[in-house]
C-alpha cells in the first residue's frame, strides 16, 4: 500500500492538468482500498482524520478540474460494496452519508446556505436538532404491517446485506410495532453499537479464547452484525438508536422532532441528548455540551448532527450526489498527545505471529493514561521510520487502541538510529520469517516465529487457547493456570491436561492441592471440570486445535458437516491430498473458503499435529454436534448438573442440553435457570435452593428434554 502520506503532495493550486489526472486516479484507487478495509473487512488502516484528508483533497482537485472528475469518483460512491456472505439487499430509498463540517465556521456557513437556498432571510428561523454522531454502522430496518421483515447494513449505500437475522438478536429492536397508525410499509433507520463495557468485556473473552480482538467498539459491532452464524451475534450485547427513515408509506409528523418522538413512541430507542436549536449559537452549545458529555456517555460518538428539523424544508432541500443538503455532521477532533517512545517490544502470538507493540512514556490521551500503543507490523515501523527515543503524536482513534500517527522527527534525540525489526523470535531465537503469497508472490506483512511447537510463546499461547471459553472452558484452568503449569512443565500439550495428576507425580512435584494458590476444594474442582470435558462437543475440539482461519463458525461448520470427530478426521487426513474427493467435498462446503481449506490440508499434514490429536484422544471423545434447536424450552437457559446421572453420561446431558440452546456451568448462582440434581447431589443442591433456583431430578430432566 503507498499508505499513510498520500495526503502530502503537491499543493492543489500549483498542479498541471496531467498532475491533477494522475492525483485524481491515485486517490480513487486509495480510497477504495481504505473503504474496502473500513466497510467490508472492519479493519481500517488510516485514522478516520487522515481518511477524511484524503477525500477533501480528493474534492479540491474535482473542484479545480470539474471536466477531470472520474466515473469512479470517490466523490460519488458510499462506502463499499457489500463482501461476500449475505445475500444483497437493494435499499428501497439510497441510504447516504454526511457532510462534515470541522469547525464553527463551517457550521455558521452551513445555515447560510441553506437559507440562501431556500430564499430565507437572517431574520427567519431555521430550526436545526442536534444529536450525537454515534460511531456504529448504519442499518435499516423494514417493517410490513408492523413487523420487521428485513434488515439490511448500508453497503455502498444502494445495496447492502441482509442481517435481518442478527438484527433479531439485538433486544433493543422491536420484532412488531402494534399501533394501528404505523406506517405500512415503514423503514427505521439507526445506528447499531457496542457500549464500551461490553467492548471492553467481549475483548477480554476473545483474547482469552485465543480470538481476534476488536480494535475498537466500531469495530466489535461491525464484526458481531457480520457473523454468519445469528447465535454469535445474539451472544454480543449490540445496542441501537434510531435516528432517520427511509421508504415510508406515509409520515407521522412533519418535524424531525416530531419523528423522533414517534420513534420513541414505537419502542425504538431514541437518543437522549437531541435537541431542537433555533439559531446556530444554540447548535454551537448543543456541540460543546455533547463533547464535554461524550466521556461519560459509555459508548463512542464522533460529532454531532445537525439536521433540519421541517420535513417540508428538507424535501425542498433534496441531496446531492452521496448526501442530503439539510443534513451536516460537525466532527470532534480526534484526541492526541506527544509522548516518548520508550521502548518497543515484540509479542509472540499462537500462530508465531510477531506483534510490535509501541512501550510509551505514560501519557493521557482525553482522560486515559495511555502507555502502549499498536505499531501494527514491521513495514509500519519502517513507513513512520519510527526509532527509540523518538517524540511521537498518539491518538486515540475510536477511543480504544492508540496509534501512533506521527513522529516529531525535528525532536529525535542525536545518535538515534532506525529500528531494526528481529529476525529472529525474542522467545525461543527460531528463524522469523515472512511468508511468499504464492499467489501474489508479495512477502506476507507478518513476520512469523518458525519454532511452531519448541517456541514457549507459541506453545503457551495455543494452550490459552484450548481451554478457553470458545475451546474446551475448562473450569478453573484459565491463562494464569496454563501459565504456571506450563512453567512448571506439567503442562505441554493438551493431551497433559488430561493427565495432569500423573503429569505432577511424574516431575516430582507436591499434589496440586498443597500447590499455593490451589486448596483441596480447588484442586478436586479443577480435576472434575477436565474431567467433565472429556466429552466436549465436536466443534469446540475442532476449534480448540487453534489452526488458522479455523474460528469459532468455521469450526462449527465442520462439526456439523462431518457429524463426528471419526469422520471429521479421516476425511481431513485423505483432504491433505488435493487430488482426493475429500478435498473436493472439503472446499464444496458454503463458508469454507480457500484459506481455511489449506489451513487445515496444512495442519493435518503435519506429523507432530497429528501426534498431538491422536494424543489428546487417548483422553478426550469429542461429542458429535446435534442442531441446536432454538424453540426448545431450555434454549438461552444456563443449566448445572450435579449428583450422579444414572441414564446417561454427564457428556451425553451435557451435549444434549447444548444442542437445546442451553449452557451448562459447572457452579451455580443466581443467574442459574436450572439444577438437574442427581443421586449425591450436594452443596450445589442446597446452594440452588437458598437461592430459589429451580432443582429437577433426572426423571425430571428426562421429561424436559424428550417432550
Ligand atoms: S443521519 C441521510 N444521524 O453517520 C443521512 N447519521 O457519516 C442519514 N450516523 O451513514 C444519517 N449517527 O451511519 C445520522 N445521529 C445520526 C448519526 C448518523 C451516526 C452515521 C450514519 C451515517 C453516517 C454518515
Redesign the pocket.
Known sequence: MSGKSSVRGLPVEAMSEDEARRELARLAREIAAHDERYYQDDDPEISDAAYDALRARNEAIEARFPALVRADSPGRK?GAAPAGGFEKVRHAAP????D?AFDDEDVREFDARIRRFLGLGAGDVVAMTA????????VSLRYKRGALVMAAT?GDGIEGENVTANIRTIKEIPLEILDEEFPDPFEV???VFMGHAEFTALNAAQEQGGQKTFANPRNAAAGSLRQLDPAITATRPLRF?A??WGEAGSLPATTQTGMCEAFKGWGFPV?PLLRRCERVDEMLDAYRDIARARAGLGYD?DGV?Y?VDRLDWQQRLG?RSR??RW?I?HKFPAERAVSILRDIEIQVGRTGALTPVAKLEPVTVGGVVVRNATLHNEDEIARKDLRIGDHVVVQRAGDVIPQIVEVLADRRPAGATPYRFPKTCPVCGSHAVREINPKTGKADVVRRCTGGLICSAQVVERLKHFVSRNAFDIEGLGTRQVELFHEKGVVRSPADIFHLAERIKAKGLAPLEEWEGFGEVSARNLFAAIDERRGVGLDRFIFALGIRHIGETTARLLARTYGSCDVFLSAMHESTDPQSAAHGELVAIDGIGEAAASALAEFFREPHNMAVVEELLQAVRPAPLEAADTQSPLAGKTLVFTGSLERMTRAEAKAKAESLGAKVSGSVSSKTDLVIAGPGAGSKRKKAESLGVRVISEDGWFDLITR
Do not use: H, Q, T, W
Not at 441510504?95 to 454526511?98: D, I, K
Not at 444529536?131 to 448504519?138: A, C, F, N, V, Y
Open positions: 458510499v441510504m447516504l452519508s454526511l462534515n444529536e450525537p454522531k454515534i460511531d456504529g454502522l448504519s448500508r433507520r439507526g445506528e438508536f435516528y432517520a437518543n460518538i448532527v439536521k441531496f448526501s442530503p443534513a455532521a
